[in-house]
Nanobody, 122 residues
């Protein structure tokens, strides 16, 4: 079993920055793919960013590319999401996810955190 716990959400003005953290525990999570998803009110959960275990391949959704940066510290079993140039459309609950398989992150076999609220005011 793997546990993931997010932190770092909050309220920020448009153009500001926030950094989310996700601490993973329970197994050799340094080998796990980890990522971030978000869900805005009335919308489906959507992919934001992911980083693989091992070589650390990274991917981003087009909506955040160039503004958000995902990184991981395997010594701390922690993944970060640095969010810059935030927009009101970024307002959502952000969920951390972990999966042994990068290709199925967000679906079968994914461990989810409880979510952290990010609110961007205009």
């Amino acid at each position: 079993q793997v546990q993931v716990v997010e932190s770092g959400g909050g309220l920020v003005q448009a153009g500001g920055s926030l950094r989310l953290s996700c601490a993973a525990s329970g197994r050799t999570t340094s080998r796990y793919a980890m990522g971030w998803f978000r869900q805005a009110p009335g919308k489906a959960r959507e992919f934001v960013a992911a980083i693989s275990g091992g070589r650390g391949s990274i991917s981003y959704s087009n909506s955040v590319k160039g503004r958000f940066t995902i990184s991981r510290d395997n010594a701390k079993n922690t993944v970060y999401l640095q969010m810059n140039s935030l927009k009101p459309d970024d307002t959502a609950v952000y969920y951390c996810a972990a999966n042994q398989d990068y290709s199925t992150l967000g679906s079968a076999g994914t461990y989810w955190g409880q979510g952290t609220q990010v609110t961007v005011s205009s």
